[in-house]
């Protein structure tokens, strides 16, 4: 008896508070799926959690400002000040403290937003954004998604993976047509993704949104994968008149920041290529 009683005390820990496990099975719910937002029975088929207990965590949520709802659509999303959390800690902390003056530089030399994005659940989050001091300016939001084959940080992180990897991605989420001008063949995605490869950066034309142009570049650590995009982005009358410039000078902040953080640029981009052209024979 003495033992099941021990037993028993074993089980029970008196530091453990049980409502945390069930606020990170709702928090885990909401990041895993890349949708733009998650219905309420959706949230509590996945957390396995009573329909009334998942409800009221994401009203609290919300309260404090970790979680929105779509006005319209009653859908869940976790919020930008959730992400903002992340980007000071592990394995992001580096990147964004290296990156953050360098996106400044970029803010003051064209006066568009420039956002910082890493790759998550078949496509890329943004963790960071310098947004344009400018009456008519265009920026991601902390915690926004972003498809691989419609934006700039996308391609510039899908040029950069294997073949496989990036057939498991369209698979998961396929490519809907954004705009008129979204690239929404695997062929056709596939050709931009060797330009890009070729000049170091990519280009969103209207593809994500209409009147709106971004110019990204992959940053590299120590793998072969990029661990990052950055992207200068702006209304595209006045992103035409400097292209450009751009360009090249998104193509020598991504090269920067990957040689901080102990990545080289030029050599994945020219071990990238020499893959895809193997591949190719």
Do not use: W
Not at 22 to 47: C, D, N
Not at 93 to 115: H, K
């Amino acid at each position: 008896m003495k033992r099941q009683a021990k037993a028993k005390k074993g089980l029970y820990d008196k530091n453990f508070v049980a409502v945390t496990q069930k606020t990170f099975a709702v928090l885990e719910a909401l990041s895993q799926q890349p949708k733009p937002g998650v219905p309420l029975e959706e949230v509590t088929q996945i957390s396995k959690l009573p329909k009334t207990t998942v409800f009221r965590l994401l009203y609290s949520m919300n309260k404090l400002g970790f979680v929105e709802q779509d006005e319209d659509t009653g859908l869940y999303s976790l919020s930008g000040r959730f992400f903002e959390l992340g980007t000071n800690a592990l394995p992001y902390q580096r990147l964004t403290v290296l990156a953050r003056p360098l996106m400044q530089t970029l803010l003051l030399s064209f006066g568009e937003s420039v956002n910082l994005a890493v790759p998550k659940s078949g496509g890329a989050i943004y963790i960071a954004v310098t947004e344009s001091p400018k009456p008519h300016r265009v920026a991601a939001t902390v915690g926004g998604f972003s498809f691989i084959h419609s934006t700039s940080v996308g391609k510039s992180i899908a040029a950069h993976m294997s073949f496989e990897q990036r057939e498991e991605c369209l698979n998961r989420l396929g490519m809907p047509p954004m705009t008129s001008t979204t690239i929404v063949s695997r062929q056709g995605f596939e050709e931009e993704l060797a330009r890009v490869r070729a000049e170091g950066v990519a280009l969103d034309v209207e593809e994500n949104a209409p009147g709106i142009i971004c110019v990204g570049g992959p940053i590299f650590a120590s793998g072969r994968e990029p661990i990052a995009a950055l992207s200068v982005s702006g209304p595209a009358v006045r992103m035409y008149q400097n292209l450009p410039a751009i360009k090249t000078a998104v193509r020598e902040t991504v090269r920067t920041i990957s040689t901080l953080l102990g990545g080289n640029v030029a050599s994945r981009i020219d071990e990238a290529g020499a893959t895809e052209s193997s591949a190719a024979v």
